[in-house]
Nanobody, 116 residues
Framework: VQLVESGGGSVQAGESLRLSCAAS????????MLWYRQAPGKQREFVAS???????NYADAVKGRFTISVGNAKNTVYLQMNSLKPEDTAVYYC???????????WGKGTQVTVSS
């Protein structure tokens, strides 16, 4: 399984970005699609997860501003980021967690920079 993120960039505070993560390959069994981020000098942290259209979760820091969604083909996960803040600056990573196999697949990340 390969994951490729895109959509990062540099924006001003208050603006929006939409990240995409395209997955290729086969995953057997149920899986969860997630976004994480890692700011300079900090540990990687959870941002959002998507299990199905009725079950998504968000970190408190992004709740109400970010929305995770999955395309109809279920091989692309998006992260709509609104009202961006400088503290959202980080490399954003996409992850698929294959629950039956207890395996993680990671993308290489996309940089998001928010200036004040």
């Amino acid at each position: 399984v390969q994951l490729v993120e895109s959509g990062g960039g540099s924006v001003q505070a208050g603006e929006s970005l939409r990240l995409s993560c395209a997955a290729s390959g086969s995953i057997f069994g149920p899986y969860t699609m997630l976004w994480y981020r890692q700011a300079p000098g900090k540990q990687r942290e959870f941002v959002a997860s998507f299990i199905n259209r009725l079950n998504q979760n968000y970190a408190d820091a992004v709740k109400g501003r970010f929305t995770i969604s999955v395309g109809n083909a279920k091989n692309t996960v998006y992260l709509q980021m609104n009202s961006l803040k400088p503290e959202d600056t980080a490399v954003y990573y996409c992850k698929i967690y294959a629950r039956a196999a207890n395996m993680d697949y990671w993308g290489k990340g996309t940089q998001v920079t928010v200036s004040s």
